[in-house]
C-alpha cells in the first residue's frame, strides 16, 4: 500500500505553462515536505508546510497544505525549462524521523 | 560547507558478489540515514544512525545487509551476497537532529546482473 499517492506521474509542457502536482494520502502528516531531484543528485528540500491551509510561495511555486493535512499540492506558474525535474513529496506521520516518500513526478519543460 | 558525499557513484557486481557503500555525512551532523530507490518504486527508508547507534532499522531487507558508522562518523552499508533486486539507487542523508532537515547525498548506482 502506497502511503504518499502523486499525480500525475509525468507531465510534459510547453515554456510559460502552469501545472499543478498532487500528493494525497488517507493517512494524517504533522508537516509534509516538497523535494526537486534532478540526475545524478540527491532530493533537495524546497519546503515544509506544516499547519493545515497553510500555503507557501517560493518564486513561481506555490506549496499548499490539505485542511486536513493529509494532502498537499505544488503548483508551478509560467513554468521554465529550468524547472524540469522530479519533483518528490515526502512526510513523518508516524514521527518517527523517517522519511516516506511520494512516487514522485517527473516533469519536463521544453523551450 | 561540503555536503552529503557518496562512494562510489556507480558499481556492478554479479549476483553473489560484495559490495559496500560509504557515506560521509556533513560534518556534526549526529543523524545519518540510509535510503534506496528500486526500479519504478518510490525511496524508502532503510535504517538510522544517532552517532555510531543504530536507532531505527526497520526498513532493512534482510540480514544481506549491514551497515555500520564506527565511530560516528562516515557510515558504510555492505550488501553480502548480493542479488538482483538490490539493485537500484542507494541514498545517504544527514541532519543536525531529530526532524531537523535532512541533507541528502548524490546515492550510489548499484547494479547488479
Known amino acids: 500500500t502506497q502511503l504518499l499517492e502523486q499525480s500525475p506521474q509525468f507531465l510534459s509542457i510547453q515554456e510559460g505553462e502552469n501545472l499543478t502536482v498532487y500528493c494525497n494520502s488517507s493517512?494524517?502528516?504533522?508537516?509534509l515536505q516538497w523535494y526537486r531531484q534532478e540526475p545524478g543528485e540527491g532530493p533537495v528540500l524546497l519546503v515544509t508546510v506544516v499547519t493545515g491551509g497553510e500555503v507557501k510561495k517560493l518564486k513561481r511555486l506555490t506549496f499548499q497544505f490539505g485542511d486536513a493535512r493529509k494532502d498537499s499540492s505544488l503548483h508551478i506558474t509560467a513554468a521554465q525549462p529550468g524547472d524540469t525535474g522530479l519533483y518528490l513529496c515526502?512526510?513523518?506521520?508516524?514521527?518517527?524521523?523517517?522519511?516516506?516518500f511520494g512516487t514522485g513526478t517527473r516533469l519536463q519543460v521544453f523551450p | 560547507e561540503a555536503g552529503v558525499t557518496q562512494f562510489p557513484s556507480h558499481s556492478v557486481i554479479e549476483k553473489g558478489q560484495t559490495v559496500t557503500l560509504r557515506c560521509d555525512p556533513i560534518s556534526g551532523h549526529d543523524n545519518l540515514y540510509w535510503y534506496r530507490r528500486v526500479m519504478g518504486k518510490e525511496i524508502k527508508f532503510l535504517l538510522h544512525f544517532v552517532k555510531e547507534s543504530k536507532q531505527d532499522e526497520s526498513g532493512m531487507p534482510n540480514n544481506r545487509f549491514l551497515a555500520e558508522r564506527t565511530g560516528g562518523t562516515y557510515s558504510t552499508l555492505k550488501v553480502q551476497p548480493a542479488e538482483l533486486e538490490d539493485s537500484g539507487v542507494y541514498f545517504c542523508?544527514?541532519?543536525?537532529?531529530?526532524?531537523?532537515?535532512?541533507?541528502f547525498g548524490p546515492g550510489t548506482r548499484l547494479t547488479v546482473l
Open positions: 493517512s494524517v502528516f504533522s508537516s
Open positions: 515526502a512526510g513523518d506521520p508516524y514521527n518517527t524521523d523517517k522519511l516516506i
Open positions: 542523508a544527514s541532519s543536525q537532529g531529530y526532524y531537523n532537515e535532512q541533507f
